[in-house]
């Protein structure tokens, strides 16, 4: 009977685990496939505007917010018998600490609107978004660890539906068709997440002060993290807009947009092989995990050549003609997203050891290098050396992270180091070599038809090893 019921858990939370991981490949699947709609839609300075309020929102909100839904991980098993309670009093700390930053804008707005590069209509705009947000990624954490995937998913699509369809509308139907991409994409997205703000405070009824306590002391040291991650990732836009302004802000944040798809390989690919490289950790079958990665990476690699490869076509669909000179930022970036795969082979065994405080230190490491190199670079050499100085970025977490598992834990050379440098110096020559062939397109297409017919040979060469990833298991006596 007890084994039925465990394989019964086992079974729901490999469920939840599948819904909830398709379910964010939809959204940023979407966000691919919506942005050809508003680079058509708005011009390139209102394009770049809003890469940039984007950019400012996701800081803002990590400041403000403080996320304290992250504790909830943890807190379901402490606060068992009163998680309800327990959500509405993080949530309601949450909205103290967002109004008492509210305040402090208000005092000192110019200064605010100086630093931000943005109106205060906007800056007022994000952080009513931030004044109800957490309610939806609230719930959304409650239920995906209580394995109620339906409702994670019903949360997940009626916000990717009301910030979309109304975005589209509203610079359809507005004159000031930057305020009204802002709105759609935050405001109304506010307006859906008060009906769960208010649906939280009545079900939990009332405050705890010790639960406060408890989510604070989660929850803020993960901040220098969570904001690190973000300015590595989002301070190029930011950047650029200040120094270049917004139509080269535009034409970068369309590239890294979708360069980003190999982002998503990443996070797929990531999701089924960190359970098997977890289990063999545990099972201490080393050599498996030895054998098996540089497969694993070369897959990872193929992806990001191809995106690399086929870039000028990319960037023409989704942009048009007017955002060709993007097409250059598109290879350095994928070779960034090819060092960040490589960083987080080490960084799983760095979760696996309960070693997060390295994590923390490697990405604010990495992030203050690229603010540094960006403000240094990009005068000198333009918008595209922000992929460039990302990627250095990158590299540097790499190197980090190889000490780190090699000098602080058990499982020093799990990995063969060897053939990952190889791997990532070849890479460094296919991103070299796309920039060259941009500019000679039938030799191109002859490269891609030949990697495309490798490519698939070695697919079906490896197809045991790729459905077994694929189904997060490799088979034990291959």
């Known amino acids: 009977m007890a084994d039925r019921m465990n394989k019964g858990k086992k079974a729901s939370v490999a469920k939840v685990g599948i819904i909830y991981t398709l379910s964010n490949l939809v959204i940023r699947g979407m966000a691919f496939i919506t942005t050809p709609i508003f680079t058509r839609l708005l011009t390139k300075s209102e394009y770049g505007e809003f890469s940039n309020i984007s950019s400012w929102a996701h800081i803002i909100a990590i400041i403000v917010t403080l996320q304290l839904y992250v504790s909830i991980v ?8 009163e998680l309800d309670k327990y959500l509405s009093s993080i949530l309601l700390l949450g909205n103290l600490i967002t109004v008492a930053w509210y305040v402090v804008f208000e005092v000192n707005s110019t200064w605010f609107e100086t630093l931000l590069k943005m109106d205060k ?23 995906r660890i209580c394995c109620n995937y339906q409702k994670v998913v019903f949360f997940t699509w009626i916000t990717l539906f009301v910030s979309t369809l109304g975005s589209v509308v509203l610079v359809l139907a507005m004159q000031d068709r930057l305020m009204g991409r802002t709105i759609g994409n935050y405001f109304l997205i506010a307006i859906v997440d008060a009906g769960l703000w208010l649906y939280i405070l009545i079900k939990g009824k009332g405050i705890c002060l010790q639960h406060w306590k408890y989510a604070l002391k989660f929850s803020v040291p993960l901040i220098p993290h969570e904001l690190a991650g973000t300015l590595l990732a989002m301070s190029d836009r930011i950047i650029i807009k200040r120094l270049c302004g917004a139509e080269d802000a535009a034409l970068y ?50 992806g990001c050549t191809f995106i690399m490869l086929i870039g000028p076509e990319i960037v023409l669909i989704f942009g048009g003609k007017a955002y060709i000179p993007a097409k250059y930022v598109i290879p350095p970036v994928c070779y960034g997203t090819m060092l960040q795969f490589v960083y987080t082979l080490y960084a799983n065994i760095e979760f696996y050891e309960k070693k997060t405080g390295w994590i923390s230190a490697a990405t604010m490491m990495a992030a203050f290098a690229n603010i540094v190199l960006n403000f240094i670079a990009i005068p000198i050499f333009g918008y595209i ?37 190889v791997i990532m110096t070849v890479m460094l020559f296919v991103m070299i070599g796309a920039n060259f062939l941009y500019d000679y397109l039938v030799i191109r297409y002859l490269v891609v038809l030949g990697f495309v017919l490798t490519a698939t040979i070695g697919a079906i060469k490896n197809k045991k090893f790729i459905i077994g990833v694929l189904d997060k298991k490799i088979a034990k006596n291959k």
């Open 121 to 143: 209509p906007y800056i007022r705009l994000i952080f009513v978004y931030a004044f109800f947000s957490p309610a939806m990624q609230i719930l959304t954490f409650k239920n």
């Open 74 to 81: 943890r807190a379901k098993y402490d606060y068992e018998n």
């Open 385 to 421: 050396s922000a992929a460039y100085t990302t990627a250095i970025g990158f590299l540097l977490m790499v190197i980090f992270h190889y000490y780190v598992v090699n000098k602080k834990t058990e499982y020093g050379h799990v990995y063969n180091e060897k053939i990952l440098i």
């Open 253 to 302: 944040s369309l590239a890294y947009t979708i360069s980003s798809i190999a982002n998503v390989l990443l996070t797929s690919l990531n999701q089924a092989w960190q359970p098997w490289l977890y289990d063999h950790i545990r099972d201490k079958k080393l050599s498996d995990i030895r054998k098996y990665t540089i497969p694993y990476t070369i897959v990872f690699a193929a």
